[in-house]
């Protein structure tokens, strides 16, 4: 999976140095069937958390997903994810690519 997430706040996308797609791994927050609904609850976590989401693309079931942060390294996600676990966000989990 590239890049396919719309950052909820105005953080641009670090410059990309290397000719392979990068493959992000997401942590993901919750869903929505609405786009609208998606980013406004998005938005609000960005504030709420100082952290950044980004609000994916629909999934084959027609909700658009959002992730607190994303990363290209496991070690780093997976110990996000214990921390997002133990302290704001019980249900999170991991999406990535293959």
Known sequence: ????????????????????????????????????????????FAGKYNADMFVL??????YYRFSQGRNTTAGEIRAA?????QTYFPDVWLLTSK
């Not at 693309?57 to 027609?62: C, E, L, S, V």
């Open 57 to 62: 693309p629909p999934a084959a079931n027609g």
């Open 1 to 44: 999976m590239d890049n396919p997430a719309s950052p909820a706040t105005n953080n641009p996308d670090p410059p990309i140095n290397d000719s392979k797609p990068v493959r992000y791994s997401f942590l993901i927050v919750a869903g929505f069937s609405d786009p609208e609904q998606a980013s406004r609850v998005a938005e609000e």
């Open 81 to 85: 994810l214990e921390t997002l676990k």
